[in-house]
């Protein structure tokens, strides 16, 4: 296993780390990742997050996030702020309190929400609070 | 599980996740069991708490009565509310958007609750251009004379530009965009607390209508009806998401025949002033705006000092004279959203809307100087009369308008002791040296 796989939700050099990591790599981490491209069509989908909502990637991958994926986070506080981040050209992270609907249950998560000017993909990430 | 049912089940579950509809499953304490997310997307802007463990909660700030609603149901099962519609508004600060929810809820049994919650936003906002269309439609339905159709925003003002605007009034797209209403009618006429008033009528009875003098660009004036119409629902609880028109009529050939059938019923025929009949009708509907939001609002009485000396001395038709000649004077020097009207006798009252005790004061004096320094020509003769008044305004203290004339009448009865010819405030202690 290499060092990376230490990287918390809330590391820092989060971004760097994702735009290179494998598939394998990201599967191996223990939150949830939803990387989408400048359409908001989802790109890449990890394990975590493919077994907590229950959809395998294939059913998500090449889809829209806010409206097929998780509609639940079309609003200002998520959709939006990308969306602002992009028409700014302006780096985002942010995390926020939020609730998912994982099948149909409310679960109280932090969202980590990442972009950057520059880079192909921007990145929801999804740690479940206990 | 074998294969096939988890890819039904995966199917199923994607189906509910991307369904377009908020859809939510609680107990009867309102705890959510099941949620989708279109209903986690509408509902998390609204929760206090950030979070979505209780449908009441979440809803609380836009339907506090929910919960009791919902205790209050007399049936094991049915429909506790169908498609209410609560208008939201969410956003950051400075980007507010409003959005309207439709809530439906069922009581599925004793122990559960399913709610449907859409956005209908946008089958609102249909409604209501449907409904400006209607406005239209009325207007030339009602005759067939030019008419300016104006949309107002909740301060009212204007909103935005059409032709019509520019045919009525003669103001251009600049003058108009942005300023109040106010701006169509002569200068004093109408306060700004006004054009709130009347759109607070609007908002109360579907509609709020007058007819008066209105000014053009060029200061011309002409006699306009002008009908305010809500376009927001009644119930839309979100003030600044409020909008009304106004539409504007040029109805000058009519203006004698209002005119006349106003005096005839309203306006005392010695002084064309309001009579004692609508000073009280009017006075009524400023109490009304005094009570549901509280403002300067002032009261002048004033009486001609020896009035019966010059009657005795120079006849009535000279008394006649000098009533005129106090009513004239009156209109000259107050404004015209003040409501000036011949008491009784002698006494004349003033009812001064947005003005303070010290404005009231300012005026009257303004009113007593001038009259002091003219005479009345009658009969060859130069008649000279001079006035007392009285001032007061309303504050908490005042139980009503007979409280407030008491007090006017109080300050004009220290405004008499202390010499004529001059104004007195009413001042707490009037009260004992009233006493008479």
Redesign the interface.
């Known amino acids: 296993m290499n060092t990376e796989q230490t990287l918390s939700f809330s590391n820092a050099a989060l971004f760097d780390y994702l735009d290179r990591a494998s598939d394998a790599e990201l599967d191996s981490l223990d939150f949830g990742v939803i990387g989408m491209d400048d359409a908001t069509q989802v790109r890449r989908y990890n394990r975590f997050e493919s077994a907590a ?4 990637p294939d ?1 998500v991958i090449g889809h829209a996030l806010f ?11 998520v959709a ?1 702020r990308f969306e602002d981040a992009q028409q700014d050209g302006s780096v985002l992270d942010d995390t926020i ?5 994982l ?4 679960v ?1 998560v932090k969202l980590r929400l990442l972009a950057r000017p520059g880079s192909d993909l921007r990145y929801v990430l999804v740690h479940r609070q206990t | 599980m074998s294969a096939p049912v988890e890819e039904e089940y995966e199917a199923l579950l994607q189906f509910m996740y991307m369904a377009p509809i908020g859809l939510v499953q609680t107990l009867a304490d309102g705890e959510i069991t099941m949620i989708n997310p279109l209903c986690a997307q509408l509902l998390m802007p609204l929760s206090p708490d950030g979070q979505l463990a209780n449908l009441f909660t979440a809803l609380e700030a836009v339907v506090p009565d929910l919960r009791q609603r919902v205790q209050d149901f007399p049936d094991v099962h049915g429909t506790v509310c169908d498609a209410l519609q609560v208008p939201i508004a969410t956003g950051q600060p400075g980007r507010r958007q409003s959005q309207v929810l439709a809530l439906t809820l069922l009581k599925l049994d004793a122990e559960r609750l399913m709610a449907v919650i859409s956005d209908v936003t946008q089958s609102v906002r249909r409604d209501r251009e449907l409904r400006q269309s209607q406005a239209w439609i009325n207007t030339l339905a009602i005759g067939l004379t030019d008419y300016a159709l104006v949309s107002l925003d909740h301060h009212g003002c204007v909103q935005d530009w059409n032709p019509s605007i520019a045919r009525i009034t003669g103001f251009t797209e600049d003058q108009v965009i942005g300023r109040s209403l106010s701006m169509f009618y002569p200068e004093d006429a109408i306060s700004e607390q006004r054009v709130l008033d009347r759109l607070h009528e609007a908002d109360r009875t579907g509609w709020s209508l007058d007819e008066g003098w209105c000014v053009r660009a060029d200061a011309g004036r002409y006699w306009g009806s002008c009908l305010i119409a809500p376009l927001h629902d009644r119930d839309d609880a979100l003030t600044d998401e409020h909008a009304y028109s106004l539409i504007i009529r040029d109805v000058s050939d009519r203006r004698e025949a209002a005119e006349a059938l106003l005096k005839a019923v309203s306006c005392d025929h010695l002084t064309g002033l309001l009579n004692r009949r609508a000073f009280v009708e009017a006075v009524e509907l400023e109490m009304q705006r005094w009570a549901r939001f509280p403002r300067p609002l002032s009261l002048v009485m004033i009486d001609a000092d020896h009035f019966k000396r010059i009657n005795d001395q120079y006849g009535h038709a000279a008394g006649d004279a000098v009533l005129r000649h106090l009513a004239a004077g009156m209109t000259a020097t107050f404004r015209a959203m003040d409501v000036l009207a011949r008491f009784g006798g002698e006494e004349f009252v003033v009812l001064l809307p947005d003005t303070t005790l010290e404005g009231a004061e300012i005026v009257a004096q303004r009113l007593c100087q001038l009259l002091a320094s003219q005479a009345v020509e009658v009969g060859g003769q130069a008649v000279r009369y001079t006035i007392s008044a009285g001032v007061a305004t309303m504050d908490a203290d005042v139980s009503d308008f007979d409280a407030l004339m008491q007090r006017a009448d109080e300050a004009l009865y220290a405004a008499k002791a202390g010499g004529r010819n001059r104004v007195e405030r009413w001042q707490p202690a009037l009260q004992s040296a009233a006493v008479r």
Not at chain 1, 67 to 77: E, K, L, S
Not at chain 1, 103 to 106: G, V, W
């Open positions: 909502a229950g959809l395998s059913r409206t097929v994926v998780a509609p639940c986070m079309n609003n200002f506080m939006q309190d939020y609730v998912l609907t099948r149909m249950r409310p109280k």
